[in-house]
C-alpha cells in the first residue's frame, strides 16, 4: 500500500460501494483459491489466507477513510475479536493512514472560510503529520503559536450509514460472528461515528473537559480557537509530546511511567465518577506522552465522547465492586436490573450467564478490587483476551443470538478495555482506589 497523498477520495453512496465491493470480490477469491488448495491436498495455511486477505482489506478501508477506516481502528483494539493478521494490519490505523493531497486540503479551507490556509495563517504545512480514519492534522502557526490544525475528509459525515452497511457482512465473516450479535454494537458505534464528523461538537467538548479536568495532574490539554475552526476544519494548541511506540522507544524509567499510567488512570476515574462522560476513544493515537515535570499526558481528540446516564454509572460501578461478587443474590440483583437477567430466563439458561459474568467480573474487576495494580505484568490483558476467547467459543452462550443490556456498556466496555491497554503497553504500577 503506497504512502503517497491520495488525490481523490471515493465520497458518493455509489463509488464507496464499488471500491468495497471490487475488495469483497478479491476477498472471495482468495477464500476461494485457499479452499481449492484444501481440496485437493495443497499445503494452504490459513494463517496466509489471513495475511493476504487482512492487507487487501486494510488497503481499501486507507483509501476510503471515514467511518469504515473508524472501524478497523476499532477492531484493533478489540484483539479478541480477530485473527492475529487482521488485528497486526489494522493496528496502523491507530498512527498512519495515506494523507489526502494539498490540492483537496485547500480546498477544504475555500469552501470553509473563502481563504486558502496560505492567507489564514502564518505558516500552514500542506503535508499532513498525522492522517487517519475521519481527518487529518496539519501543523500550523498563527500569532506565534505553534497550531493543530485537523482537516475532516470530504464525504464522510455523508457515508456513515452506508459504509456501516457495506462493511457489516465481511466483518461478521472475519469474526464468525452473526449479525445479531454485532447488531447493538454496530449501532453505537453509528451514532458516536455521527458525532465524530461534527468538529463544532468536539471543539465544544474538548473545552468543557479541559476547563472540567485541569485541576488533575500531569494531563495537558490544547486551547482550541474557534475563530479558525468550521464544521470540517478545528485549530487547536500543538501539544508537545510522542505517541506511545515512539516514546517508549527512548526506554523512560519505571517512575516515568508509572507517573503517566497514575495520570490516565486518575484521568479516566474522575470522567465516570464525577462527569458521567468519557472520552470514549482511548487508542495511542490519542495521547502524546513527554518527561514533563517527570511524565506528562496530552489528551487530544474529544470527537468520540460517551455521555453515561446516572444508572448506567452506577450499575457499572456496582458491578466492579468487591461486594458484589462475594454476594451472588447482589449479583443476580444487579444483572436483572441491567436487563442481562429475565424473569422468563430458564434456570439453565440464568445459570449460565450467572456463571459467565461472575467468571467475566472477577476478571475484568481486579483492578478496582486492589489498591495498587501492576498493570506491568501482560499476563493481566492476556487473560482478558483469553477470556474473550474462552467466551466466544463457549457452545451455550453462542446459542444466545439476541443482545442483552444497556447498549450504553458498550462504550464503557471498550473504553476500559481500551485504557487497560495502554497501561499495559506502559507497563505502569498504578493506584487505582479512588480517593473522590
Known amino acids: 500500500m503506497s504512502d503517497q497523498p491520495q488525490e481523490s477520495l471515493p465520497t458518493s453512496k455509489v463509488a464507496r460501494a464499488a471500491r468495497f465491493a471490487k475488495t469483497g470480490l478479491k476477498v472471495g477469491a482468495n477464500y476461494v483459491q485457499h479452499y481449492a488448495k484444501k481440496a485437493v491436498g495443497a499445503d494452504s495455511p490459513t494463517a496466509d489466507l489471513h495475511q493476504a486477505n487482512a492487507a487487501e482489506l486494510y488497503g481499501t478501508l486507507s483509501e476510503m477513510k471515514g467511518s469504515v477506516l473508524k472501524v478497523a481502528q476499532m ?97 461478521l465473516r472475519i469474526m ?143 458491578l466492579l465492586a468487591p461486594e458484589t461478587l462475594a454476594d451472588p443474590t447482589r449479583l443476580a440483583d444487579l444483572l436483572t436490573e441491567a436487563g442481562v437477567l429475565r424473569p422468563t430466563d430458564s434456570p439453565a439458561l440464568r445459570s449460565m450467564y450467572l456463571r459467565t459474568l461472575t467468571q467475566s467480573l472477577t476478571l475484568v474487576g481486579q483492578p478496582f478490587r486492589q489498591e495498587t495494580f501492576d498493570f506491568g505484568d501482560p499476563t493481566y490483558l492476556k487473560s482478558l483476551y483469553a477470556l474473550g476467547d474462552d467466551l466466544m467459543q463457549d457452545a451455550d452462550l453462542r446459542q444466545q443470538r439476541e443482545p442483552r443490556g444497556s447498549a450504553h456498556f458498550v462504550y464503557l466496555n471498550r473504553t476500559y478495555v481500551g485504557l487497560f491497554s495502554l497501561l499495559t503497553e506502559l507497563g505502569a504500577v498504578v493506584r487505582t482506589k479512588y480517593k473522590g
Not at 115 to 126: C, K, M
Not at 230 to 255: C, V, Y
Open 75 to 171: 477492531l484493533a483494539m478489540e484483539k479478541n475479536l480477530l485473527p492475529p493478521a487482521y488485528a497486526e494490519q489494522f493496528r496502523q490505523a491507530q498512527y498512519q493512514t495515506p494523507p489526502l493531497s494539498g490540492p483537496l486540503v485547500v480546498k477544504a479551507f475555500r469552501d470553509a472560510f473563502g481563504h486558502s490556509p496560505s492567507e489564514i495563517f502564518e505558516e500552514f504545512d500542506l503535508n499532513a503529520r498525522q492522517a487517519a480514519s475521519i481527518g487529518q492534522v496539519h501543523f500550523a502557526r498563527k500569532n506565534g503559536k505553534n497550531l493543530a490544525v485537523k482537516v475532516q475528509y470530504p464525504g464522510v459525515g455523508a457515508s456513515i450509514r452506508s459504509d456501516i452497511a457495506m462493511v457489516k457482512p465481511v466483518a
Open 176 to 318: 464468525g460472528l452473526k449479525e445479531e450479535t454485532l447488531r447493538p454494537y454496530l449501532a453505537e458505534v453509528e451514532a458516536r461515528l455521527l458525532e465524530e464528523t461534527d468538529y463544532k461538537l468536539e471543539l465544544s467538548r474538548g473545552q468543557a473537559v479541559a476547563a472540567k479536568c485541569g485541576h488533575l495532574p500531569h494531563l495537558q490539554f490544547p486551547t482550541y480557537y474557534p475563530a479558525l475552526s468550521a464544521a470540517r476544519i478545528l485549530a487547536m494548541d500543538w501539544l508537545p509530546g510522542q505517541h506511545m511506540q515512539e516514546f517508549l522507544a527512548e526506554n523512560p524509567t519505571a517512575e516515568v511511567r508509572n507517573q503517566l499510567g497514575q495520570a490516565l488512570w486518575d484521568f479516566y476515574q474522575y470522567q465516570l465518577r464525577e462527569l458521567r462522560q468519557l472520552h470514549a476513544d482511548p487508542h495511542p493515537g490519542n495521547f502524546l506522552f513527554s518527561l514533563t515535570d517527570g511524565g506528562t499526558v496530552g489528551v487530544l481528540d474529544f470527537g468520540c465522547v460517551k455521555d453515561v446516564p446516572a444508572l448506567e454509572q452506577q450499575q457499572f460501578l456496582a
